[in-house]
């Protein structure tokens, strides 16, 4: 039955106030300063993977075919004779020398730990954390930390994780992925697929959330990234689908991410659903924490280097595009003079971070549909999706390239 004249005026006023009356969920477009720059540190590199900055000024990184650990002295320039060599590694595709983090006393123990992949006699898939102690420039004394193994042999060389860093409980996290087997990650006895967090020496600490486990979070899949966020203690993560769903994580004690149960947002009160959701996917690598509830994190498929801001409670205020390059990033660190730090293939790089322009008059309205529950939609270059109807306590912000 067609709607009358007086009904119709009736919906539309109805809509207007709608629109009028949903300032929390206006998406603000957060924009960066035409000002900002990139400047090429070191150019003609072999795959720098992660970097370390030393409390003395020297930057410590990977490269992960070469098996090579580097040092870039105060000055800018690259020693040519490597910290240390792991001569063992395997580094087909997304296997090498992945990680790396240093002491939180560092400039007393000169303890450098770096996570790698080798593969052993009978061809299983081995992720390994080595610690060496720094004696000026060189590495010495390697000392086995951590060992995990995938749970078949021949895996495909995917989905090693490999990022580590310690925590400011001065704990060690490091995310292992599931060695493409998937279902070991929804085993708490299994290491694999997992954020694990352990005590430097590579014991267990007591206040874990499973005992006598190494076990942190589990449900993970493809991880190539995380930081805390000092101001808050937050644990945020990225996280790579298959062909759908890349993730943005906060990283919860005892929490399970779902995978290979579901990914993305799963409507289902036992997993953490993430904070974005990628669609389709970009591959998030490294992130870095900028400012209190402010991140910047890579994009390997895109090339895209994105500026990520969150309230107190961890929902997403903005997301935005600052800078793209043509090569994927890889590592995205904080560097102690304020200038956020990131790796490509060949280089290693720096931006300079920019207050971002006031987002007022870039609010973008965001018509709310009206269903079994409230849908809230924006277009932001991205079209970001908030589900209030959602099981976890945390909305997550869907990404959908335009």
């Known amino acids: 039955m067609p709607l009358k004249v007086s009904s119709?005026?009736?919906?539309?006023?109805?809509?207007i106030l709608i629109i009028l009356s949903i300032g929390p969920w206006i998406f603000s477009e957060a924009q960066s300063s035409s000002s900002a720059?990139?400047?090429?540190i070191l150019t003609g590199l072999s795959f720098p993977i992660s970097l370390e900055f030393a409390p003395d000024g020297r930057i410590f990184f990977n490269e992960k075919n070469t098996g090579n650990i580097r040092i870039i002295q105060q000055n800018g320039t690259i020693l040519s004779s490597p910290?240390?060599?792991?001569?063992?590694?395997?580094?087909?595709?997304?296997?090498?020398?992945?990680?790396m983090a240093l002491d939180p006393s560092f400039?007393?123990?000169?303890?450098?730990?770096?996570?790698?992949?080798?593969r052993d006699g009978l061809s299983y898939t081995h992720?390994?954390?080595?610690?060496?102690?720094?004696?000026?420039n060189i590495g010495t004394a390697p000392i086995d930390v951590f060992d995990v193994v995938s749970a078949a042999p021949n895996t495909p060389p995917y989905h090693n994780g490999g990022y580590i860093k310690f925590g400011p409980d001065g704990k060690l996290y490091t995310q292992v992925g599931e060695f493409h087997q998937g279902s070991p990650a929804q085993d708490p006895s299994s290491?694999?697929?997992?954020?694990?967090?352990?005590?430097?020496?590579?014991?267990?600490?007591?206040?874990?959330?499973?005992?006598?486990?190494?076990?942190?979070?589990?449900?993970?899949?493809?991880?190539?990234?995380?930081?805390?966020?000092?101001?808050?203690?937050?644990?945020?993560?990225?996280?790579?689908?298959?062909?759908?769903?890349?993730?943005?994580?906060?990283?919860?004690k005892g929490g399970n991410y779902g995978w290979p149960t579901c990914l993305g947002i799963c409507h289902n009160p036992s997993f953490t659903d993430p904070i974005v959701d990628f669609n389709p996917v970009v591959t998030p690598t490294g992130i870095a924490t900028a400012a209190p509830n402010v991140y910047y994190f890579g994009e390997w498929n895109t090339g895209n280097l994105e500026r990520l801001e969150l309230s107190t409670n961890g929902t997403v205020v903005s997301m935005s595009q600052v800078y793209t390059q043509s090569g994927g990033i890889i590592a995205v660190e904080m560097g102690?003079?304020?200038?956020?730090?990131?790796?490509?293939?060949?280089?290693?790089?720096?931006?300079?971070?920019?207050?971002?322009?006031?987002?007022?008059?870039?609010?973008?309205?965001?018509?709310?549909?009206?269903?079994?529950?409230?849908?809230?939609?924006?277009?932001?270059?991205?079209?970001?999706?908030?589900?209030r109807g959602r099981h976890s306590a945390q909305p997550a912000a869907r990404i959908q390239q335009s």
């Open 8 to 15: 119709l005026r009736l919906l539309m006023k109805i809509v």
């Open 37 to 40: 720059t990139v400047t090429a």
């Open 83 to 99: 910290f240390a060599t792991i001569s063992t590694i395997f580094t087909d595709d997304e296997s090498g020398l992945l990680g």
């Open 107 to 118: 400039a007393t123990n000169g303890y450098v730990y770096v996570y790698f992949t080798y």
């Open 127 to 136: 992720g390994h954390i080595v610690r060496y102690t720094a004696i000026g």
């Open 191 to 252: 290491t694999t697929g997992k954020m694990l967090r352990m005590n430097p020496d590579g014991s267990v600490p007591s206040d874990n959330p499973f005992p006598g486990s190494l076990v942190y979070a589990l449900g993970i899949r493809n991880a190539f990234g995380f930081d805390f966020d000092p101001s808050n203690g937050r644990l945020i993560a990225t996280e790579a689908g298959p062909s759908t769903d890349d993730e943005i994580n906060i990283i919860v």
């Open 336 to 387: 102690p003079n304020g200038k956020l730090y990131f790796t490509a293939p060949n280089g290693f790089y720096a931006y300079d971070i920019q207050p971002p322009v006031s987002a007022t008059p870039n609010s973008i309205p965001i018509i709310l549909a009206i269903t079994f529950s409230i849908i809230a939609t924006a277009v932001l270059g991205y079209s970001a999706v908030r589900d």
